[in-house]
């Protein structure tokens, strides 16, 4: 395998340089179990000849490793991987009680309000919260930690009347689901996108990452049982501290089988609560 990069620096912008690219490929070995804890890993020259680059880029993301507490070098033994406890990861779920998984997860966390304020949201968004051209929304910005170790980028837009019904310090003590819940505005069902993207230097610096690390994203719009747009999310995670699992049965199709998501009983359960509400 061969690894490839143009820039000599990192940042927005700028190409990944190569000593950070090889950098990201180990993690992600890392954090996969690639490497057996109690096995040394492959020496510099072995992981040189593997990546196709030099010692000396090798040795740069190692450096970035052992400052992260990914590897650990003992004298005359070799390095040894280091991958994190996965007790310490957060647990995110797909299926029918999606809105009641995300509350869940909003009272078992700690959140930073970074921004707060009223503003004219971009085209895009306003379609997607179905608003008129000019109409403001409240934007808020905030980052989760689960154990004092951030995890989550948030950045939400909700249609200003609902929105001037909660304040910064509400957002600090409650989910947003259960604030719009308290003004009136009950989420009922959510549509979302899920991809990857890369951390920009105000996302890193709030998650505590390198600029360039790999981000997972989740774009969600929240609707009402009446299909009004009650709030537009992009959510960015640290992949190493947060995890998305989704059930599948297999269906049959009109022309061949087919994967499917699956209910568990639990979110079987509160679907029909909320339904009998």
Known sequence: ??????????????????????????????????????????????????????????RRALDELAA????????????????PNVATQVDGSLGSGLIEN??????????????????????????????????????????????????SHLTTYVPEDIGRSYT?????????LVLLERAGAAPHYAKQAISAELADPDVAGALG??????????????FDEHERP???????YRPDRYVYRMSMSREQGTKAMYWSPKSDPVDEALEAERKNR
């Open 1 to 58: 395998m061969t690894v490839t990069a143009k820039a000599d620096e990192r940042g927005r912008g700028a190409s990944v340089p190569l000593y950070y690219s090889v950098y990201l490929v180990l993690r992600g070995k890392i954090l996969e179990q690639a490497f057996e804890p109690d096995k040394p890993m492959p020496n510099e020259m072995e992981l040189g000849a593997a990546y196709g680059v030099s010692r000396i880029t090798i």
């Open 102 to 151: 995300l509350i869940a997860m909003g009272l078992e966390t700690q959140v930073e309000v970074l921004d707060f304020r009223l503003t004219v949201p971009p085209a895009s968004i306003a379609h997607a919260l179905n608003l008129d051209p000019g109409a403001k929304v409240q934007k808020v910005i905030r980052v989760r930690s689960h154990r004092g170790v951030p995890f």
């Open 168 to 176: 910064r310090a509400d957002l600090k003590e409650q989910p947003l």
């Open 68 to 83: 992260e507490g990914l590897i650990r070098r003992k004298q005359g033994r070799g390095t040894f991987a280091c991958p």
């Open 230 to 236: 009650l709030e537009y999310l992009r959510a960015l």
């Open 209 to 222: 990452i390198s600029v360039g690390e790999a981000l997972l994203t989740i774009t969600r719009v929240v």
